[in-house]
């Protein structure tokens, strides 16, 4: 129950956070500024899913070009083909831009710790920055994942 309470004060926080970030850049400027891709959202969702676990099994393996290969690919991961938020109803597209445009940012943040860490050879606390960009993924997919469309466009 601790961690459920956790999780929840980690996502009311989250949103009330985002629009401050919101206000320095759009989400269609986020994917403006991004190569396109022929993939879809899922299919980026899966990308990062594997940069995650090239960091994860890097820290454990204490092999730093892994973890440097999921770090590149989060940092300059693609724009899918279409714009993210159609995957989600009219109502909901806004909050979920907002939300894009946070998690951006709040992403690397999130590697930019483990990064540092690994270049301290500090691996138990690559490991806890892990934690924190797991945590950031899964609040971010907490918040949206019963609103998803699931027949793509």
């Known amino acids: 129950m601790e961690r459920a309470g956790k999780l929840t004060i980690l996502v ?3 949103i009330l956070s985002i629009s401050l970030f919101a206000q320095e850049k759009t989400a269609d400027d986020l994917v403006k500024s991004m190569k396109k891709e022929d993939i879809t959202y899922a299919q980026l969702m899966q990308g990062m899913g594997m940069a995650k676990n090239n960091i994860d099994m890097g820290i454990i393996g204490m092999n730093k070009f892994l973890v440097d290969r999921g770090i590149d690919l989060i940092r300059t991961h693609p724009a899918p083909k279409a714009k993210p938020w159609i995957i989600m109803d009219k109502e909901d597209q806004e ?3 907002s939300m894009l445009v946070y998690y951006d940012k709040k992403m690397d943040e999130d590697v ?5 860490a690994v270049n301290d050879k500090e691996w138990l606390k690559a490991l806890e920055a892990s934690q924190v960009l797991s945590n950031s993924c899964i609040s971010c997919h907490i918040s949206y994942k019963d609103k998803v ?5």
């Open 12 to 14: 009311v926080s989250t």
């Open 95 to 97: 909050g979920f831009k």
């Open 112 to 116: 930019e710790a483990i990064e540092q």
């Open 149 to 153: 469309k699931y027949i793509m466009e």
